[in-house]
Structures are given as structure tokens and as C-alpha cells.
């Protein structure tokens, strides 16, 4: 019977951590907060040979810049620790022990040889172990253990069938004759991955796992240790895998990002973790933008898929965009400030103007550069910019519309924005214009792309008059010339 929930992430220190990893963390998160419970950091050390170096600390850093903080961990203790599972491996042999006397386990010596013997005889390249040593008596068991022989400790997979329910999935049955007699305790004296999550999960009373659909077919090994244990076995709750759009489970090894480097790239954060709950859990109405506390509120396993989720870095784009919008502005312009001053060298710029400017027209931070690369050097461009039907615009009268420009911006004394615009639009009133037969080829003669981040009559004031005119020349030449050429 469960009355407090506690959930862990327990990650390997093998490398960074991608969105898939991420995800675990935070479904393991918010089953734990929107219940009460506590979340747990546990890593797991076992597998000594594929350890990173300095991984552990990674795995601290990202799950602080998610903002998932846990109530017990390495690094700040708790009632159930070590949480380090090397530094708990005095404990793994004799629960493995209690099974080898409960009938539920057993000791295998045989050799490496033996055994990749036994996996060459095996049927299309598929083989499960003999229980060779299973048919040893007490007294040989005693005689090689008295010796110092090299063991393992192997599962006994009893006969029959084992059912266990997932949250996700269901009511699942195996036949128990699917199942391989598992290794518990490696030769080493460490316990497999497999084994000590059972016992660990036991120990620190956990009430909720959540781990990847591949670890389907391992849950049946898992429930029979628990039975011949005793224990309660906890709640499964199964995710389906994170792809990419080739249909592909990211992973370290096909090129999937750290969360450090999508923060680098200028994602923000809780865009990150707003994003990746979305990937396999539906919120119970249409809404897509949520806090991490507004996540806590609502989250439910009934929102769980059963069908795998598409990485799109489009949508998470689209999803950075909306929090930037929302942002504070003083908060935002901390994230811009470093980008603004090393994309634009011009002086007199105001750069907190521009960072306004770029707010509502980006989807991430490092976007900026490509918006503003115009204010101080002014793109080489074709001149079908200045084409544009809505606009009413063709190179011949654009060229007409600039020269127009260049003289009303001569005489122009007030050389604001509110001035420009508005003195431009009773400029085209004047010659029976629409207005803007007059400010696109402006914007254009400015800017040289057909995208800024603010109008015409803004470009002016942002650039200033001379700059502003020199550009008109340069639009003018580049006009006259084609006319030339025709």
C-alpha cells in the first residue's frame, strides 16, 4: 500500500544528457511533486568500464538548469543513502546470497570460454545459458567457493508465466520460458544493472519507476525478485521512445544534442522542459505552454502515449519564441546583451533598443545575428527585392520612389521615427502614392533583406541620416545599372 510516493532518476555517468534522458527525469519529477512525493537522484555506477569522466557532474548541471531539484542525492544526502550504488556494493552480494539459500538464485563458474561457446552453438545467433551449474551439488558449490573459484550469481527463472500491469501499457503476461537466467552478482563482486536497481529501488522505498519500453521485456526478471523477496513491487509506468524525424531513437551516437548545448544555442531553459513533457504526455486540454509548477498541477499518467514522439526542433523553435515573447525584459536582454555587443560594431547603436526590437521576432537567442547583420554593413542584394506585388513595387518604380527619398530625406530636419513616417506617408499622399510604393523600396535600399526588425521609417532613425543616404545611393546605382543592362 503506497502513502508516500518517491520516484528516482537514476542515470549512468556515461556522457551528457539528451532530451530522452531529460524526459525520464522530469515525468519521474512531476509524479513525484504533483503527488507530494519526493524525487530522488540515485547513479548508477555499476558498469565501471563505460564511465565518463566528469559525467556526474553534467548530470548535476542539467538537472539544476531544468530546474528539477531533488529532495535526496550524492551531493546533498538524504535518510536512504549512499546514493551511489559503487559505494553501496557491500550490500548487493548478500541479498543476492539470501536468494542462492531461498532456491531463487544460483552460482555459476563457468569460464568466459564456456560461455562463448555456448553463445557460437546457439540457434540464429540467439542463446540463453544451460543452468550448467545448476545440476552442481552442495558440496562442489562449497569446494570452489572454499577455493577461491571466479563466480556469478545467476536468477533462477522459475516455470510458468509472470504478469505484471504498466500504467501505460497495461496487463502484460510473458511465459517465463522467454526468460534467460540473468547474472545478479558479476565476477568482480559489483551487481549487474539489472540486480541492484531491484535492490536499491527496494531499499529506498520506491513507490514509481519510469523507464524506456525496451525495458519491457526485463520487468517480468525484475517482479520474480521482488516476489522471492518479498517486497512490494512498485508502480511501472513504460515511455515510449524519443525519435528523430527518420524514426530513429536519439541517442548519444546518432547525434544527439546536450541540454547544455541547446542552452548554448540560446534555447531557454523551461522551453526545454515545457517542450520535452509534451514529448509522449498530453495535457488534459490544448494548452502548450506550461511552468514546471503548472506542470506539477496537472500532470497525470492517463496523459502517458503509447506510440513514440518526434523530436522536431521546429516546434521547440516555435515553443522558445513564445517564452521569449513572454519574458521580462531585463531578464531577456541578459541573454541578448552578449550576442548584441558581438554583432554590432557600429557606434551610437543602442543596443537595448535593438534587443526590442528582436524580442518578438525570434525563436531562439542566436537568431539575432542573422536579423541585425545589416546595421553595420549593408548586404550585397538582387535587386527583385524591390519587386513586390502587395506592395505595388517594381525596379522601375522603385527606382523613381528612391531618388523621390533621397531628396525628401536630404531636406529631412526631424529625423525620428515618427517624423519619417509620418512625413513619408504625406510625401506619398503628395504624388498619389500608396504609401507603401514608398517605404518598401526604402526598407529594402536599407536594409538589403527582405526581413527587418522594424520598418523603414525606423531604419532611418536607427541608422541616421548620412548612413541612411549613402544607402539610397547604393540602391540607386544598383538600379540605374540594371537599367543599363536591359
Not at 181 to 202: C, E, M, R, W
Not at 326 to 352: C, H, N, W
Not at 431 to 443: A, D, M, T, V
Amino acid at each position: 500500500m503506497i502513502t508516500t510516493v518517491r520516484t528516482r532518476y537514476a542515470p549512468s555517468p556515461t556522457g551528457f544528457m539528451h532530451v530522452g534522458n531529460l524526459r525520464t527525469a522530469i515525468y519521474e519529477y512531476l509524479i513525484a511533486k504533483s503527488n507530494g512525493g519526493s524525487f530522488i537522484l540515485r547513479i548508477e555506477d555499476t558498469d565501471q568500464t563505460r564511465q565518463v569522466e566528469g559525467a556526474v557532474e553534467v548530470i548535476y548541471d542539467t538537472l539544476k538548469i531544468a530546474g528539477l531539484n531533488h529532495d535526496e542525492g550524492p551531493d546533498i544526502g538524504g535518510a536512504y543513502g549512499p546514493y551511489i550504488q559503487s559505494h553501496r556494493k557491500t550490500g548487493y552480494l548478500e541479498y543476492a546470497k539470501q536468494l542462492v539459500d531461498k532456491g531463487a538464485a544460483y552460482y555459476c563458474f563457468c569460464d568466459k570460454e564456456r560461455l562463448e561457446e555456448l553463445h557460437r552453438d546457439g540457434k540464429e545467433g540467439i542463446s540463453k545459458y544451460d543452468r550448467h551449474c545448476l545440476r552442481l551439488s552442495k558440496e562442489e558449490i562449497k569446494a570452489k567457493l572454499e577455493s577461491g573459484a571466479p563466480f556469478v550469481i545467476r536468477q533462477l527463472i522459475p516455470e510458468g508465466k509472470t504478469t505484471f500491469k504498466d500504467e501505460v501499457f497495461g496487463e502484460i503476461t510473458v511465459d517465463n520460458k522467454e526468460l534467460e537466467d540473468q547474472v545478479l552478482i558479476k565476477s568482480d563482486g559489483l551487481p549487474t544493472y539489472n540486480f541492484a536497481n531491484v535492490v536499491d529501488d527496494h531499499l529506498m522505498e520506491i513507490t514509481h519507476v519510469v523507464r524506456g519500453t525496451e525495458y519491457l521485456s526485463s520487468t517480468p526478471k525484475y517482479n520474480l525478485l521482488y516476489e522471492a523477496f518479498g517486497w512490494e513491487i512498485p508502480v511501472y509506468i513504460h515511455v515510449t521512445a524519443v525519435t528523430n524525424e527518420s524514426g530513429e531513437k536519439i541517442s548519444k551516437r546518432k547525434g544527439a544534442e546536450s541540454i547544455q548545448q541547446l542552452v548554448e544555442k540560446g534555447y531557454i531553459p523551461e522551453a526545454i522542459v515545457n517542450y520535452t513533457t509534451l514529448l509522449g504526455w498530453a495535457p488534459p486540454d490544448n494548452r502548450e505552454i506550461f511552468s514546471l509548477s503548472e506542470l506539477c498541477d496537472i500532470f497525470t499518467l492517463k496523459g502517458l502515449s503509447k506510440s513514440p514522439s518526434v523530436f522536431d526542433y521546429q516546434k521547440l523553435k516555435w515553443m522558445n519564441g513564445e517564452y521569449l515573447k513572454k519574458m521580462d525584459f531585463d531578464e531577456y536582454y541578459k541573454l541578448a546583451e552578449p550576442v548584441l555587443k558581438q554583432s554590432i560594431k557600429t557606434a551610437g547603436i543602442d543596443l537595448r533598443h535593438i534587443g526590442e526590437l528582436c524580442k518578438t521576432r525570434i525563436e531562439f537567442i542566436r537568431q539575432i545575428p542573422s536579423i541585425i547583420d545589416f546595421i553595420d554593413e549593408l548586404p550585397d542584394y538582387d535587386i527583385e527585392m524591390y519587386t513586390n506585388k502587395k506592395m505595388k513595387t517594381t525596379s522601375e518604380n522603385s527606382l523613381d520612389a528612391l531618388k523621390l527619398l533621397t531628396d525628401f530625406l536630404s531636406a529631412q530636419e526631424d529625423f525620428t521615427n515618427d517624423a519619417i513616417y509620418a512625413d513619408t506617408v504625406k510625401l506619398a499622399e503628395e504624388k498619389g502614392l500608396k504609401s507603401s510604393q514608398l517605404l518598401w523600396p526604402l526598407r529594402t535600399a536599407l536594409s538589403g533583406k527582405q526581413a527587418t526588425p522594424c520598418g523603414a521609417s525606423e531604419l532611418c532613425a536607427l541608422l541616421g541620416k548620412t548612413e541612411s543616404l549613402r544607402r539610397l545611393e547604393i540602391g540607386i546605382a544598383k538600379l540605374e545599372s540594371a537599367q543599363v543592362e536591359k
